[in-house]
């Protein structure tokens, strides 16, 4: 409830992931992370990078209207075998 999902995509073939989303409390991320990684279709699948963004506070003390929570980027690794071809 103090966590919400704004954004997901996922390339053509399902192996890279990116999920976006805002919190009302940073320390909220941490269980949602676990949760996550229980779900039946993230199961073996590993992130890479998590990027948190703080809205910036204007000279007048308050959050920007636009952005008043922070924000999270969730990126996942690569999943499954790379397959490289080699020369002939």
Known sequence: ????????????DGRMLEIRG???DAS????????LNAEERFKGRSFAQL???TPE???????????PY???VLR???????TT???R
């Open 1 to 12: 409830s103090s966590l919400w999902i704004t954004g997901f995509s996922a390339s053509a």
């Open 22 to 24: 805002r919190m009302l």
């Open 28 to 35: 909220a991320l941490p269980d949602y992370l676990r949760r």
């Open 51 to 53: 990027e948190i963004r």
């Open 57 to 67: 506070v204007p000279a007048g003390g308050a959050p920007s209207a636009a952005t």
């Open 70 to 72: 922070p924000e999270f």
């Open 76 to 82: 996942s690794v690569s999943g499954g075998r790379e």
């Open 85 to 87: 071809e080699s020369p």
